[in-house]
């Protein structure tokens, strides 16, 4: 069975990893940030990231002290997002948002 994009996103992460490497940088996308303030989000909500990929976003939110779940459906973006930023390895989680239901 044929993969969706999205869904070979793991098999893509795997590949890079193997080699040592990341995805991304680690720069985080500055509108995330400059959408949380806009939309006056204060710390005591909790922010769903869905497609966290390898969290360089995940990480810039959540070191504000923004409640962060952060989740993606390849479990190996998610095993990388729990090594890399061991700090926060509890706000990652593996999730389909299309299939999953919780």
Not at 14 to 34: M, Q
Not at 48 to 70: M, N, P, Q
Request: hydrophobic share 30%; net charge negative.
């Amino acid at each position: 069975m044929e993969k969706k994009y999205y869904e070979a996103y793991d098999e893509r992460y795997k590949a890079v990893h193997e080699r040592g490497l990341s995805w991304s940088s680690n720069a985080p996308t500055p509108i995330v940030l400059d959408k949380i303030l806009e939309q006056g989000i204060n710390k005591s909500a909790s922010i769903l990231e869905i497609g966290c990929g390898e969290g360089r976003d995940s990480f810039f939110v959540a070191s504000r002290g923004y409640k962060l779940y952060a989740t993606d459906i390849s479990k190996e973006a998610i095993n990388y997002c729990q090594k890399i930023y061991p700090e926060i390895k509890d706000c990652f989680a593996v999730l389909d948002c299309l299939n999953d239901r919780h």
